[in-house]
């Protein structure tokens, strides 16, 4: 154990890192919910470059594009599309619920 708090990830309540700072549980919660939210949208977006390099693009919108253009069949990348559009949903709400503009995303 470490300081009473264990080692590799092992929960604590909200009420006992506020206890043992001394801070309100509050602060805690609404930190914690910050800190998972950015976690998310982080990790969204590097699925998204992931899916988005295998096809050299830099968007859904290019994606599906490039499916129009001829140069992918909607059969070579359909899964990929749907979990483009799905990030992006996904991404949209976690922004929404950080209250990020589009604009601030840079500095996530």
Do not use: H, Q
Not at 83 to 100: C, Q, S
């Amino acid at each position: 154990m470490l300081g009473g708090f264990g080692v590799g990830g092992v929960a604590v309540s909200p009420e006992e890192v506020a206890e043992r700072l001394g801070v309100p549980k509050e602060l805690v919660l609404r930190e914690g919910v910050r800190l998972y939210l950015e976690n998310e949208l982080r990790n969204l977006r590097a699925e998204m470059e992931g899916i988005t390099k295998r096809y050299d693009v830099s968007s859904v919108e290019e994606l599906w594009r490039r499916v129009e253009e001829g140069s992918l069949t909607e059969e070579d990348c359909r899964e990929d599309l749907m979990r483009l559009e799905y990030i992006e949903a996904r991404i949209n709400e976690v922004l929404r619920l950080l209250g990020i503009s589009m604009r601030g995303l840079s500095r996530i």
